[in-house]
């Protein structure tokens, strides 16, 4: 059926089954990050589009093509959020959050990025942010509460890419190494960029180790652990060997430089293969020098943040099929229905989902409305069952019949819940 009005291209529709998914994975999320003493806060959905180019860098493509940017009536420049950590900084600095504090969100961003599977205009990202901590300890912990994280919210088949990219000192000798191998390779006719890379290569040529064209042509290339001084070699040895003791797998990506500029040192990302091109779920990692270029303090910090879509594409087998109310009151007939309307608010105050017919029709009619609904028990209430002070259930799948009294129905509904769980 064709309709007037249509979402924009790159939005979608959550519809129920996968909203109440979705609710699930952010339950656990939520335990998992508050047992490791992060809590969390919700920032403004648009930021000044200063902050998010100041702190992402005006050379990634976040910044260049993707951000959603107007001018308000004040004619002030205003961006939708494309990412957390940025506006995580300012409300840090902004309402003098005392260092260390874990903060954590659950949000939605916006990126004008040409939609994929698992990849939309408006997406959600669950992240946390550790801020004021400098120690390779931090470093392992932040990606060991991930790994468990995925693991708990029931993903399975992903696997843990880590490097480290130094510090930015470091990072302009690599640079330099780097563009003399790519011009080299031009020189020699091996090497052909595409139009983007062309550019990148004269404003910051790590974003060419971020295209999916161009990256796999330099695997020859030099990789920016062999232009770490020593204190950050051994920094990132030491948060390896906190992954290897606690036994997180794990392989070194030597060429994963993420893509956002204030990233330092540890970066990681989590990748599940059955993706295909957009296989990262999480990705993250230390950014010392952020928030001290925001106009605070020298702040160490590090983070992640962990694509809600994209997790639960990756597990939409696991989806099971939305169910109806627990319970759907059918009453007899309609000197029945008081009754009904009755016990239909009662069930509710027990936070039982429940429903009615709101019309009055024949009993056999509102069974039907009942299956129909994909209601779990039908309860039913004839002037038998009011006389003896008691209810009929049926069960809709196996047409069971029981009579119980009306505080049984709570407890039909709990150990439900209680077998629910357990299985």
């Not at 130094?166 to 690599?174: A, K, L, N, S």
Request: net charge negative; glycine share 6%.
């Amino acid at each position: 059926m064709s309709t007037k009005y249509q979402k924009p291209r790159g939005t979608r529709d959550i519809l129920p089954e996968e909203e109440k998914f979705r609710e699930g994975i952010v339950q656990t999320a939520r335990k998992v990050l508050e047992s490791y003493g992060y809590t969390f806060l919700v920032t403004p959905t648009f930021e000044y589009a200063e902050l998010f180019s100041r702190s992402i860098g005006t050379t990634t493509d976040i910044v260049e093509k993707e951000m959603f940017v107007f001018q308000d009536k004040g004619e002030r420049i205003l961006a939708l959020r494309p990412e957390g950590t940025a506006s995580i900084i300012r409300a840090f600095l902004e309402n003098q959050i005392h260092p260390p504090a874990k903060l954590a969100y659950i949000l939605n961003m916006f990126r004008a990025e040409r939609p994929q599977r698992g990849r939309y205009r408006e997406f959600w990202q669950i992240g946390a942010e550790a801020l004021g901590i400098r120690d390779p300890l931090m470093d392992a912990e932040m990606i060991e509460m991930a790994v468990r994280l995925l693991k708990e919210i029931g993903l399975k088949d992903f696997h843990l890419e880590v490097n480290s990219i130094g510090t930015p000192e470091e990072r302009d000798v690599y640079k330099r190494s780097l563009l003399d191998y790519v011009e080299e390779k031009e020189l020699m006719k091996e090497l052909s960029l595409c139009e983007s890379c062309n550019r990148r290569k004269t404003v910051n040529v790590l974003r060419i180790l971020d295209c999916e064209i161009d990256a796999p042509k330099l695997y020859d290339a030099p990789v920016i652990l062999e232009f770490l001084s020593r204190e950050s070699y051994q920094y990132f040895e030491q948060v390896q060997s906190y992954l290897s003791n606690w036994g997180i797998e794990f392989v070194v990506n030597p060429k994963m430089v993420r893509g956002l500029d204030y990233y330092t040192h540890t970066v990681f990302e989590i990748k599940v293969r059955e993706l295909g091109a957009q296989d990262t779920v999480c990705g993250g990692g230390r950014y010392d020098r952020l928030v001290e270029e925001l106009g605070g303090p020298a702040t160490p910090a590090m983070g992640f943040a962990i694509g809600l879509d994209r997790v639960v594409v990756a597990m939409e087998s696991s989806i099971p099929k939305l169910k109806g109310p627990f319970y759907f009151v059918a009453t007899v007939g309609e000197m029945e229905r008081g009754y009904g309307v009755r016990l239909l608010k009662k069930l509710r105050e027990w936070y039982i989902p429940s429903d009615m017919c709101y019309e009055l029709k024949s009993l056999k009619a509102q069974l039907k409305i009942a299956d129909r609904i994909q209601a779990q028990k039908a309860v039913i209430v004839g002037e038998d069952e009011i006389m003896k002070g008691r209810v009929k259930v049926r069960d809709m799948e196996t047409g069971e019949e029981i009579e119980v009294e009306e505080k049984e129905l709570k407890t039909l509904y709990e150990n439900y819940i209680q077998g629910h769980k357990a299985s």
